[in-house]
């Protein structure tokens, strides 16, 4: 069964583990995008929406947004194989890697909407 699977490069390595904690893992995928979703949501809403931001802070802040909503897509499917591959090879789990560069984005985009607000 595991030959049929993708990406080989989890499946294809180590014994199969307890699938509660794949379950666990595939629900901390889904829960990463749907933190992504929510980022380019927010970043089409200040764009789309009349939003009473001046219009150069206004398209930052949505570009801000969209890219870390882009950002956190991509770290989903690296965190979920990183984090099979090792449940697989029964080794220790990899840690957040992403989180400074979400936390910074973040506080950068709520900033660029707070001034926009004041223009």
């Known amino acids: 069964m595991s030959d049929s699977r993708f990406p ?3 499946y294809g390595v180590g014994e199969e583990p307890d699938p509660r904690f794949s379950l666990a ?3 901390t995928f889904l829960a990463w995008i749907r ?3 929510a980022l ?13 931001i001046h219009a150069v802070p206004r398209f930052i802040a949505a570009i801000l947004f969209i ?11 690296l965190s979920w194989s990183r984090t099979e591959r090792a449940l697989r090879l029964a080794r220790a789990l ?3 890697a992403i989180g400074t560069i979400l936390v910074a984005g973040l506080v ?6 707070v001034i926009g607000m004041f223009l």
């Open 35 to 37: 933190t992504s979703l």
């Open 108 to 113: 950068l985009a709520v900033i660029v909407v």
């Open 8 to 10: 080989k490069s989890v």
């Open 67 to 77: 890219l870390l909503g882009l950002i956190s897509a991509c770290y989903a499917w």
């Open 25 to 27: 893992n595939e629900r």
């Open 40 to 52: 380019v949501a927010v970043g089409v809403a200040i764009e789309a929406l009349a939003v009473p």
């Open 94 to 96: 990899p840690g957040l």
